[in-house]
C-alpha cells in the first residue's frame, strides 16, 4: 500500500522506525525484534539505511521479509551517498519487483572521513531520479529546527519546498522534544507553500546517553522539564526507561490533540518501548 493512501484516510497513524544490522550475524536478532513491533499493527513500519549505504542489502531484506512475513506496509531508506545511478536503479528494480511501494529518500551523512561515490549532490535529486523512473511514493525528511548546514530556517525551507516539487509525496520531522517547536514549523512549512502531510518525529529517549548522542548530531532542543526528567531518572535504567516510554506518550497524545494526525516513532529496533507506546495510546487510537 502506498502511504499516501494511508495517510489520506481520516485516522490517526502511528509508524514506527527501526535500523537493520551491520552484520548478518546479527539480522536474525533484529529481524525478530522489528516482526515483534510489527505484531503491534502500526500503520507501517520504516528500515534505516546504514551511514554510507553501510546496510544497503540488509535495509532491502529486512523491509522484504517484514513486508512478506507480517504483511506490514514497509518504508526502506535509501540515501544519496554511496548511491551512484546504477545502484540506485538496482534498489529500485527490487523494490518494484517485491511489490514495495514506498522509499524514504535522503541525502544521508558522510560516513566518518570517508571519500564516497554519490551522482546525486541532494535528496531532491534522487527523488526526481526515482519519480522518472516509477510511481513509487516518496518521503523524505524535513527539520523543525532547521537543518544543522542550513544557513537559517528560512534558507532551510527553500531547500525543502525544492525537495517537494522534485515529488517527494510525504515528510518525516527530525525528533523534537517541544511540540510548540513542531507547531511553528507547522505555520512556516504552509506559509512556504509546503503542502505534503508531514508526519511529526518522536524519539523515546530510555537513557541518558541515547539523548546526548541524538543532541549531538542534530543540534534538537532539550526542554528544562525533559532535562529534569533525564537528570533525575538517569541512574535508574527501569525508571528512564518508563519515563522516556511517558514523555514520548505525552507529546503523542498532546499532538493528537492539537489536530497532528500522523506520527513517526524511533523505536530504535525496541520492541518493549514500541508496546509501552501502543498500550499508552491503545483507547486514544482506536
Ligand atoms: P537534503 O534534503 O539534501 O538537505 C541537506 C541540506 O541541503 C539542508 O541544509 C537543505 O536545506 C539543503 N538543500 C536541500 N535541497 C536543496 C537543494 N535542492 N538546493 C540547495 N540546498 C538544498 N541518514 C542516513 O544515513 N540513513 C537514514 O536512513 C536516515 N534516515 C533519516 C530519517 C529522517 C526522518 C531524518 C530526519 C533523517 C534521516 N537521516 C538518515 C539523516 C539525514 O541523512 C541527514 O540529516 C542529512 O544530513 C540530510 O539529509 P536530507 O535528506 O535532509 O538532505
Do not use: W
Not at 107 to 125: K, L, Q, V
Not at 213 to 230: K, M, Q
Request: with cysteine; aromatic share 8%; hydrophobic share 40%.
Amino acid at each position: 500500500m502506498k502511504i499516501t493512501d494511508l495517510l489520506n484516510e481520516d485516522r490517526i497513524t502511528l509508524s514506527f522506525e527501526v535500523f537493520p544490522p551491520k552484520k548478518a550475524e546479527k539480522f536474525e536478532a533484529v529481524k525478530n525484534a522489528a516482526e515483534a513491533i510489527a505484531d503491534l499493527h502500526p500503520s507501517f513500519m520504516s528500515v534505516t539505511y546504514g551511514a554510507g549505504g553501510s546496510t544497503a542489502g540488509f535495509t532491502a531484506e529486512l523491509a522484504a521479509d517484514l513486508k512478506k512475513e507480517t504483511g506490514v506496509t514497509v518504508l526502506p531508506h535509501l540515501t544519496c551517498v554511496g548511491s551512484s545511478r546504477e545502484h540506485a536503479d538496482r534498489m529500485i528494480d527490487q523494490y518494484v519487483r517485491e511489490e514495495i511501494e514506498n522509499i524514504m529518500v535522503l541525502r544521508g551523512d558522510m560516513p566518518n572521513g570517508g571519500e564516497i561515490e554519490t551522482d546525486f549532490t541532494h535528496a531532491s535529486d534522487l527523488i526526481a531520479y526515482i519519480k522518472s523512473r516509477s510511481d513509487v511514493c516518496i518521503g523524505g525528511a524535513c527539520y523543525p529546527e532547521g537543518h544543522p548546514e542550513s544557513y537559517n530556517k528560512n534558507d532551510d525551507l527553500k531547500g525543502l519546498k525544492a525537495k517537494v516539487d522534485a515529488g517527494c509525496d510525504f515528510l518525516t520531522t527530525q525528533m523534537f522534544f517541544d511540540n510548540n517547536i513542531f507547531y511553528n514549523f507547522l505555520y512556516r512549512a504552509g506559509r512556504a507553500g509546503i503542502n505534503v502531510p508531514i508526519l511529526a518525529g518522536i524519539m523515546p529517549i530510555t537513557n541518558a546517553k541515547q539523548l546526548d548522542r541524538s543532541v549531538a548530531l542534530s543540534g534538537t532542543n532539550v526542554p528544562e522539564r525533559f532535562r529534569a526528567i533525564v537528570d533525575t531518572f538517569k541512574d535508574n535504567p527501569s525508571a528512564m526507561k518508563q519515563a522516556g516510554i511517558v514523555y514520548a506518550s505525552e507529546q503523542i497524545i498532546d499532538l493528537i490533540a492539537n489536530g497532528v494526525k500522523n506520527i513517526h516513532v524511533y523505536s530504535m529496533n525496541k520492541s518493549d518501548v514500541a508496546a509501552g507506546i501502543m498500550n499508552n495510546l491503545s483507547e486514544i487510537l482506536k
